[in-house]
T-cell receptor, first 112, second 111 residues
Framework: EAQVTQNPRYLITVTGKKLTVTCSQN?????MSWYRQDPGLGLRQIYY???????DKGDVPEGYKVSRKEKRNFPLILESPSPNQTSLYFC???????????FGPGTRLLVL | DQQVKQNSPSLSVQEGRISILNCDYT??????FLWYKKYPAEGPTFLIS?????DKNEDGRFTVFLNKSAKHLSLHIVPSQPGDSAVYFC??????????FGTGTRLQVFP
């Protein structure tokens, strides 16, 4: 089954404790992206990757890091989480950057 | 600066009637538009799209209309069903660049 998976689905952490949210896709997509969804703000892009070892900032990259060492994986790293990063996070992948994106189920993060 | 706007945060429609969700954009360079549907506790799923060379695209109960001169697109759902209750996001892109999403409209279809 073609899908995008994210782990964990739910996470409660404390300020400053490094965390990683994993994302994996099995569709051989070149383009992957991370979004956060906040009330009244819709989906905002954090980082994206056009291909392996190629990543770039989206609209709200501050406080986040990513890596793309393999085509299928695109982890999101919060080196020192802060309460304003409490949000719902989605990973997505697509054949190309402007095409139809397939989203993971989401990771709800609470930073205390 | 919100390039893609959905000015109605919510919409309530009776089952069987038409649902019309609206989306406005500011960048005239956008050439590809999509609608996504999102249920609670799930990721958004692709619903329907339209390229700027068309003004209408239909898929079953769902039709997207594009008015380039007004920089406006709309999603029509006919007839509306309770299972259509979800949050709908419109999105736009240009020259195969990244997607820009709107803020979403929560549709509730009641019996």
């Amino acid at each position: 089954e073609a899908q995008v998976t994210q782990n964990p689905r739910y996470l409660i952490t404390v300020t400053g404790k490094k965390l990683t949210v994993t994302c994996s896709q099995n569709m051989n997509h070149e383009y992957m992206s991370w979004y956060r969804q906040d009330p009244g703000l819709g989906l905002r892009q954090i980082y994206y990757s056009m291909n392996v070892e190629v990543t770039d900032k989206g609209d709200v990259p501050e406080g986040y890091k990513v890596s793309r060492k393999e085509k299928r994986n695109f982890p999101l790293i919060l080196e020192s989480p802060s309460p304003n990063q409490t949000s719902l996070y989605f990973c997505a992948s697509s054949l190309s950057s402007g095409g139809t994106q397939y989203f993971g189920p989401g990771t709800r993060l609470l930073v205390l | 600066d919100q390039q893609v706007k959905q000015n109605s945060p919510s919409l309530s429609v009776q089952e069987g009637r038409i649902s019309i969700l609206n989306c406005d954009y500011t960048n005239s360079m956008f050439d590809y538009f999509l609608w996504y549907k999102k249920y609670p506790a799930e990721g958004p799923t692709f619903l329907i799209s339209i390229s700027s060379i068309k003004d209408k695209n239909e898929d079953g109960r769902f039709t997207v209309f594009l008015n380039k001169s007004a920089k406006h697109l709309s999603l029509h759902i006919v007839p509306s069903q309770p299972g259509d209750s979800a949050v709908y996001f419109c999105a736009a892109s240009w020259n195969t660049d990244k997607l820009i999403f709107g803020t979403g409209t929560r549709l509730q279809v009641f019996p």
